[in-house]
């Protein structure tokens, strides 16, 4: 009989030791069997920490951003320890804030087990929108000589300004203050004042006006309410006039002319003598001159009468024979400019037309030469680009000139208030008899009365030169 087998099915079990048995269904000793399983899987947990937030102010809200978290199904937003949000994504929009304000935020992950730790805090400063500044308020204007300073509230935003005279930019100070300087005594100046800033310009303010106005001088000094024709201005005491049209000839050859109470509208040349101009008002200058070779120039007594010399190169009055008594005189390069016998008393001479530009320099009075001259109790006031208010310049020799008991008002744009005649090496001339005497010094701004000081060139051992009792205003000697 052939061999037999029968098929009989295996049965594979996985890592399974069967021990060995004996008959009597004992275990045979030191063999085992052993099943392994799969670890189990460990426990859920809250989401780790949010990173890399950040907080963008707006207007009015503040816009939080932050990185994923990973296993987070949610976020808290917190401002401070307030809850104040559940966002699902990684950002949130804060909005209803104060503009100004700082506010501080965190923020959590959640997941179905929890809330994971807070972030770090962020701050932001919501800020409405930038836009042009508000109009200036609270603008002022004072007028002072030949100038107008203007003031205004500083404007929130504000990195400039822009000052106007009518409809004409005139300057962009970054400060909340301008002067405006060079302008002409008793004419009236409208100004407005916007800000600017990266945007651009904001509304202009509301207009301001001013009137500069020659500085008041104190005391019995000669100025606007003594000096001049009289026309009832508050302070004067002489009878007032009512001028009349001239009509007579602008060169005056007649000797023993006498003119009164007349508006003159043109430049005089006197070559008569003894001609009388009296309680009048000139538009142009007066000079004495030489009616032929070799002839004596004219002379002419001023009284209370004012004279607008105008703008040329040249004296608004002059040059010999000249005798001036409460004159307001002001205009052309120099108001008085004398050779040889002249005397100015009681008189404002101020306002030259300033030429600095053209390499002028001006004086309220002025000799380059000459002898005889009398400058007693007038007020002196020398602008623009000026040498002095006294100028005794030696071109030629100087001679014979008292100069007492006048008011050098400060002049800053002068060099010195006075010179005294001498020189550096750079003249001809030589002085002598030259006294100063009681007169009195504004100190200025600078506490010099100048740009430089009072005086210069002054030789006290000069033949017959004299300085006496000259002193500040506050009676200290210069």
């Known amino acids: 009989m052939g061999a037999f087998r029968s098929a009989i099915p295996i049965i594979l079990l996985a890592s399974l030791t069967l021990s060995g048995c004996n008959s009597g269904g004992s275990s045979s000793g030191g063999e085992t069997s052993k099943v392994q399983s799969a670890s189990p899987a460990p426990a859920p947990t809250v989401p780790s920490t949010p990173t890399g937030l950040t907080a963008t102010a707006g207007n009015a809200q503040v816009a939080l951003s932050w990185n994923a978290v990973s296993g987070a199904t949610g976020y808290k937003v917190y401002r401070d320890t307030t809850l104040i949000g559940s966002p699902t994504s990684t950002s949130f929009t804060y909005t209803g804030l104060a503009n100004g304000t700082t506010y501080t935020y965190r923020v959590s992950a959640t997941n179905a087990v929890g809330e994971g730790a807070k972030s770090s805090a962020t701050t932001a400063t919501p800020q409405a929108p930038a836009t042009v500044p508000a109009a200036p308020t609270g603008v002022t204007v004072t007028p002072g000589d030949v100038q107008v300073a203007l003031s205004w509230n500083t404007v929130s935003s504000a990195t400039n300004y822009k000052v106007y005279r009518n409809t004409t930019l005139i300057a962009s100070p970054t400060s909340n203050s301008f002067t405006h300087t060079g302008l002409t005594n008793g004419t009236t100046y409208t100004y407005q004042i916007s800000a600017t800033n990266s945007i651009g310009e904001g509304a202009k303010s509301a207009s301001v006006s001013a009137t500069p106005q020659a500085p008041v001088v104190s005391g019995s000094w000669p100025a606007v309410y003594n000096t001049g024709y009289p026309h009832g201005l508050p302070g004067d005491t002489r009878t007032p006039v009512t001028l009349t049209a ?97 005397t100015v008393e009681d008189s404002w001479l101020h306002d030259q037309y300033d030429g600095a530009a053209m390499g002028w320099h001006q004086n309220a009075f002025i000799t380059n030469g000459g002898t005889n001259h009398l400058i007693r109790h007038n007020t002196l006031h020398c602008r623009g680009g000026c040498t002095a208010d006294v100028g005794l310049i030696p071109d030629g020799d100087i001679s014979h000139v008292t100069i007492e008991n006048n008011l050098f008002m400060a002049s800053p744009d002068s060099s010195y208030c006075a010179y005294g005649g001498s020189h550096s090496g750079n003249k001809s001339g030589t002085p002598s008899y030259i006294i100063y005497r009681n007169n009195v010094f504004q100190r200025g701004s600078n506490n010099k009365c100048a740009t430089y000081g009072p005086v210069t060139y002054f030789d006290t051992s000069a033949t017959g030169n004299q300085w006496i009792n000259n002193t500040w205003e506050d009676g200290t000697a210069v």
Not at 247 to 264: E, Q, S, Y
Not at 285 to 304: H, L, M, R, V, W
Not at 314 to 328: F, K, M
């Open 246 to 342: 001239y009509t007579g000839p602008c060169d005056i050859r007649t000797d023993n002319t006498v003119i009164d109470g007349k508006l003159i509208n043109c430049s005089m040349l006197i070559y008569a003598q003894n001609v009388i101009i009296r309680n009048s008002k000139v538009n142009g200058f007066i000079k004495t001159n030489i009616p032929c070779q070799n002839c004596a120039y004219g002379s002419i007594t001023i009284e209370d009468t004012e004279i607008d010399g105008g703008s040329d190169h040249s004296e608004a009055l002059g040059v010999e024979n000249v005798t001036a008594r409460r004159v307001n005189v002001y205009g052309n390069q120099h108001t008085v400019h004398c050779g040889d016998n002249c």
